[in-house]
């Protein structure tokens, strides 16, 4: 029996207590300590069960303790004083990095297919949703003009829990929207927006969920309405669930459904930003909205969509980078294709490294970076693993001219600094340390801050994860119907004061979890060593289908319990947010094992990191930069070696990992000075805190986006549209030339110095002669490509200078000259190249084109 009308019902707040909802439908209370302490001091019991939820927490409370809130005056004056706080802050809209033509509405509009912003709010699975929702929480305090758009998922990603051997099992809880920190968008009459798409000939309705984080607002997609089949209903139910036609269907929804919401919600943003792969199809989109609006033919659409795209890849792992069977992308987008005006061949085309391969798969990583023009891995390693990776995408450029650039991660330090941390940093490093984007200068006071008082701090967080933990562990054997003594036992775990080693992720296998248990004999002497205990607190999930995974899992779990182990070893269920909180801000020690170079940053080390805690981990990711060799921000496991064997490697540095734990950590953390401090110890948490926090956090992240991409893309997207795109159509008429001339250009006549000994510095004058075909001189850029060379004789490293023109030969050759001077001794080359060039191309190289000199 289905009900003719549905209510919502809300409790009744007295009149002075209704600013309670404007700080609950704000998600800056996820990173507000202040207001968080407001909802959960009238019931912290509550407020647990409630996950922290501050919708579902006003709705739950009795009226009769409403009525009592409302007469006790210092809780209203506190509540006044924090909803005036929130206005302050959302009043303030000057950004640190200015947006020229900002008139009050997004310049930027940033797609991810997972948040996490907040555990109440549960549309994350790891590390990727996490550093989406820190960027939008960055945003928010710098004032970039952003909004974001994404899935709103009924069941999430699966919550996990343990079998009594200790394997994964995986339930899906079913949240209700209208109980969390959302509200439903509507019309100006009070109807529902709804944002419509064809998938395989079925028209499917979304409505819109607004999450409003800070000052950016976060716009949701949800098909669970009554328009919909009720199999389509079902489309945004889980996070990485289901097939891959599923997740054919949820990427179309995510990018070309979320253009269309933008053009629903009445925003117009410039500049799109693609988190991972998952959203390229929001390019095709713009393109269609460009060819029709302003009657651009596909190539200059394209121009303008690529040349207003960032596009952020996240993995260096295949199985990370979506692909599907081109019968599957045909059945959702052979009509599609003719909406472009392309035949259907030439748009699979679009999504593969070779595209005269037909049997090749459509690659979403490769659709995206052909429809942007700024491209970029998440650490500097990773930038250099991801131009390896997709160098067939552009087969004719050296590995280190693939245009995929780098901008390292980075964390949101207000969210993952624990309160009484936060604390010590308001009196030492100032109140706006949250805020202020002059980091390196805020966080350099961090030397000031007294040694007691910050291993005292730090010595209360790891007590508060002790209790934390065997209130979890005992919650977990009470699901599995334990015993006395096993609930008995969890009320023993860990000891307060032994130094304490986290290690939670996803149990990828290349992130072998598996490490510390190479040699499990001396594992256990290790942490059964009562003069100097150590303890290992263990967390993470593995994918559902990933049985070696599970594997890892039940491996450690089957450790964790033996009678050997189960004080010293614990392994939590269900990493969340709120798990992880605790554990990298209670822990001596961030552990990280990934096999080089698979991990693309690993920002969990990070918010570790920002609370005073070491970093122990392989040198992959952002820890190969940000480690320094004197250890004296933390300790590095091997020197960055990349074996072949894996089996071997795994053998090495497991050793390795042994003898650095028990030959420098282990000692330096238990030597003791006057006063029982670890004054070697605490130099590292100050020199890691004011070293690695001013440059490994989303302030610095974001303000790097907004200055080498957003402004530049929103600049070219200005200069492209003036005088109805006058200019994106010249560029695509001039790319349409450059591809149909491009085959005859040649280069001939190289010429160089030969001197019988060449000393460092000297300058060598360079010639050569360039037939252009018909193209213009000031379309090209003749380069000298120089540097030195390794055993091979290949460049180990490479520098490009500029030619200039000289004359024209009587034959129609034009004549370039440059002089080049090798920087150090050694072996030393050069060749020469010639790239096209024009004032509106972002990147020579994005086009693929380039001629190469061969030997006369």
């Known amino acids: 029996m289905q009900p003719l009308r549905v209510y919502s019902v809300v409790p009744k707040l007295p009149e002075k207590l209704k600013p309670l909802w404007d700080l609950a439908y704000n998600l800056l209370f996820s990173w507000n300590d202040d207001i968080v302490s407001l909802f959960a001091q009238v019931d912290r019991r509550l407020w647990r069960e409630c996950y922290g939820n501050p919708v579902c927490f006003l709705n739950r409370l009795p009226q ?58 549960p549309i994350y699975s790891g590390g990727l949703g996490i550093l989406a929702g820190d960027h939008l929480k960055s945003a928010s305090d710098l004032c970039v003009p952003l909004v974001g758009i994404g899935l709103c998922y009924q069941q999430g990603f699966f919550r996990q829990y343990l079998t009594p051997d200790g394997w994964q099992q995986e339930r899906y809880p079913i949240y209700d929207f209208e109980q969390m920190p959302l509200t439903l968008c509507k019309d100006a009459a009070g109807e529902r927006l709804l944002v419509q798409v064809d998938l395989k000939g079925e028209r499917v309705t979304a409505q819109i969920w607004k999450a409003q984080v800070g000052r950016v607002s976060l716009y949701l ?16 139910n889980r996070l990485y669930g289901g097939d891959l036609e599923t997740r054919v269907r949820q990427e179309y929804l995510l990018g070309i459904g979320g253009i269309r919401a933008l053009e629903v919600l009445g925003l117009k943003p410039k500049v799109i930003h693609m988190n991972e792969g998952h959203s390229a199809f929001a390019g095709l989109e713009r393109i269609a909205n460009f060819m029709a609006k302003h009657q651009l033919s596909f190539e200059a659409a394209m121009e303008l969509v690529a040349s207003s795209s960032i596009f952020t890849t996240h993995t260096p792992v295949p199985a990370g980078n979506d692909r599907f069977p081109p019968e599957l992308i045909q ?33 979403m990583t ?27 995408v552009w087969t004719q450029y050296p590995m280190e001219d693939v245009p995929i650039g780098a901008i390292t991660n980075g964390v949101h330090v207000p969210t993952w600094v624990a309160q009484d941390l936060a604390t010590l940093y308001d009196r030492y490093l100032g109140a706006n340390w949250r805020e202020d984007p002059d980091t390196s200068r805020v966080f350099s006071q961090a030397h000031l801050i007294s040694d007691a008082e910050l291993w005292r701090t730090h010595e209360r967080l790891r007590e508060r994860l002790v209790g934390y933990v065997r209130e979890r562990l005992r919650d977990q054997l009470l699901s599995r119907g334990a015993k006395r003594q096993e609930l008995l036992n969890a009320e023993e775990v860990l000891d307060p004061q032994a130094l304490t080693i986290g290690f939670a992720r996803r149990f990828a296998t290349y992130k072998r979890a598996n490490m510390l248990l190479q040699d499990k004999e001396r594992l256990i002497r290790i942490i059964t060593n009562a003069e100097r205990p150590v303890q290992f607190v263990f967390a ?35 990493y969340d947010m709120e798990i992880a909180s605790y554990l990298v801000q209670g822990v001596d020690v961030w552990l990280n094992t990934p096999r080089r170079p698979l991990e ?7 918010k570790a990191m920002c609370n005073g805690v070491l970093n122990f981990s392989t040198l992959d990711g952002w820890w190969a930069e940000a480690w320094k060799p004197d250890n004296s921000v933390g300790w590095a496991i091997g020197m960055g070696e990349e074996y072949e064997d894996a089996g071997y490697q795994d053998f090495v540095e497991s ?26 110890w605490i130099r590292k948490m100050k020199a890691s805190i004011c070293e690695l926090t001013p440059v490994y956090n989303s302030h610095r992240m974001v303000e790097d986006y907004a200055r080498i991409a957003y402004g530049p893309a929103l600049e070219n997207y200005n200069r492209l549209t003036r005088d109805e795109c006058a200019a994106a159509k010249d560029l695509a008429s001039w790319r349409m030339e450059m591809m149909t001339k491009w085959g005859n250009l040649d280069i001939r006549h190289v010429r160089a110095g030969d001197p019988e000994q060449l000393h460092v510095g000297d300058g060598v004058r360079v010639t050569a002669e360039v037939q252009l075909n018909g193209i213009r001189p000031q379309d090209v850029e003749v380069q000298i490509y120089s540097g030195r060379l390794d055993y091979e004789g290949k460049f180990a490293q490479r520098d490009t200078l500029s030619m200039r023109p000289v004359e024209t030969t009587a034959d ?37 084109l380039i001629r190469w000199a061969h030997n006369d």
């Open 655 to 680: 050793q390795t990992l042994y003898n650095i734990l028990e030959n420098e950590i282990i000692p330096t953390f238990y030597e003791r000075g006057h006063g029982n401090l670890p004054r070697n």
């Open 64 to 121: 009769k303790t409403l009525e009592t809130l409302a007469e006790d005056d210092f809780y209203v004056e506190r509540l006044a004083d924090l909803r005036q706080s929130l206005a302050t802050y959302q009043s303030r809209k000057t950004a640190s990095i200015p947006f020229p033509d900002r008139d009050g509405t997004p310049v930027v509009a940033y797609f991810s297919l997972e948040y996490g912003i907040s555990q109440c709010l």
């Open 812 to 848: 129609g050759w034009h004549l370039y000259m440059g002089e080049i001077q090798p920087t150090e001794a050694g072996r030393f080359g050069f060749t020469v190249r010639v790239l096209p060039h024009h004032p509106l191309l972002l990147d020579s190289h994005s086009l693929g």
């Open 221 to 236: 997609m949800d098909t669970n309405v009554p328009e919909n089949q009720p199999a389509t209903r079902q489309l945004t």
């Open 600 to 606: 693309a940053c690993g920002t969990s080390g990070m």
């Open 331 to 363: 059945a959702y987008f052979e009509d599609y294709a003719k909406r472009l005006g392309l035949a259907f061949k030439v748009l699979l085309a679009l999504g593969r490294e070779d595209p005269r391969n037909d049997t090749e798969h459509f690659c």
């Open 366 to 392: 490769v659709l995206a970076l052909k429809l942007s023009r700024f491209n970029n891995g998440v650490s500097q390693l990773h930038g250099v693993v991801s131009r390896k990776m997709w160098n067939r």
């Open 540 to 574: 993470g999930k593995a994918h559902p289908h990933d049985n070696e995974g599970k594997r890892l899992i039940q491996d450690l779990v089957q450790l964790c319990t033996s009678a050997q182990c189960r004080y010293n070893l614990v392994f939590i269920e269900d």
